[in-house]
């Protein structure tokens, strides 16, 4: 699969889990994807949420891994980075 292909399934993804994190009162950016690692931003009430880190890697990461091949894993970046 090409970076282009894998940056069209990651944002299937992401529009997938979108309503998910809506219904709470957040949202997430796609950044970035490389060395298979996915980069996104929270947003909302994401931003700063103490279960963040859980909603990443049990929901954000989950699907990642198991819907787009090559991607290792998912990290998420502010915009200080």
């Known amino acids: 699969m090409t970076r282009e292909e894998t940056i069209k399934e990651i944002k299937k993804v992401i529009k997938k889990l979108r309503p998910y994190l809506n219904g709470d009162g957040g949202d997430l ?12 931003r929270l947003l909302g009430a994401c931003m700063g949420c103490s279960v963040s880190d859980d909603t990443i890697q049990n929901s954000i990461e989950a699907m990642m891994l198991e819907e787009v091949p090559g991607v290792i894993g998912v990290e998420a970046v502010n915009d200080e980075a």
């Open 29 to 40: 950016d796609f950044v970035d994807y490389r060395d298979n690692i996915v980069y996104i």
